[in-house]
T-cell receptor, first 110, second 114 residues
Framework: GQQVMQIPQYQHVQEGEDFTTYCNSS?????IQWYKQRPGGHPVFLIQ?????EVKKQKRLTFQFGEAKKNSSLHITATQTTDVGTYFC??????????FGDGTTLTVKP | DTAVSQTPKYLVTQMGNDKSIKCEQN?????MYWYKQDSKKFLKIMFS???????INETVPNRFSPKSPDKAHLNLHINSLELGDSAVYFC?????????????FGQGTRLTVV
């Protein structure tokens, strides 16, 4: 079955540094989603990318979908303590099912 | 006005007991899910129901039995609880059953089996 690999598993940064998490699929994806889960919270939808090479921005967050639609990235510029949490990518896998990556847990040192 | 609500939020129980977790969504969505998140934060789908019909049933022990009385509710009953069942269980819903549409998650139920 499809696998969605996400790296790194953990990332520790100093406040103000940039952060990137990468998501790679073994198969071509029709779309990819990103979610954020704050510590002790639940996953919250951030964005969906559909087109090959698509780039979307949300304030300091930049999301990219690869040309081959097999990889995606989430980049945060100048991290803040409010960015802490686990970021998941999710790709479709047949009949109404989404496969989540293993997540990247970001900690930010003030 | 919580969109997807689960109860209870915390559940501590002994091995061998039977317990249920309830989920309700007021979004008018047709599809509901149960996910299990382990201590490493890996999020794995367990079940999915579309309009009360089971459409996804992952490799989950048959001690886990979902039940959807109507499309706004999806409950999870677990028999003979084991230590390895300790995890956070999330209910989620989507408007339809197309793959990878925006999912709305409940607050989670932290199950601890002792």
């Amino acid at each position: 079955g499809q696998q969605v690999m996400q790296i790194p598993q953990y990332q520790h940064v100093q406040e103000g540094e940039d952060f990137t998490t990468y998501c790679n699929s073994s198969t071509t994806l029709s779309n990819i989603q990103w979610y954020k889960q704050r510590p002790g919270g639940h996953p919250v939808f951030l964005i969906q990318l559909v087109k090959s090479g698509e780039v979307k921005k949300q304030k300091r967050l930049t999301f990219q979908f690869g040309e081959a639609k097999k990889n995606s990235s989430l980049h945060i510029t100048a991290t803040q303590t409010t960015d802490v949490g686990t970021y998941f990518c999710a790709g479709p896998e047949g009949a109404g099912k989404s496969t989540f990556g293993d997540g990247t847990t970001l900690t930010v040192k003030p | 006005d919580t969109a997807v609500s689960q109860t209870p939020k915390y559940l501590v129980t002994q091995m061998g007991n039977d317990k249920s977790i309830k989920c309700e969504q007021n979004l008018g969505h047709n599809t509901m899910y149960w996910y299990k998140q382990d201590s490493k934060k890996f999020l794995k789908i367990m079940f999915s129901y579309n309009n009360k019909e089971l459409i996804i049933n992952e490799t989950v022990p048959n001690r886990f039995s979902p039940k959807s009385p109507d499309k706004a509710h999806l409950n999870l009953h677990i028999n003979s609880l084991e230590l390895g069942d300790s995890a956070v269980y999330f209910c989620a819903s989507t408007p339809g059953n197309r793959a990878n549409t925006e999912a709305f998650f409940g607050q989670g139920t932290r199950l601890t089996v002792v």
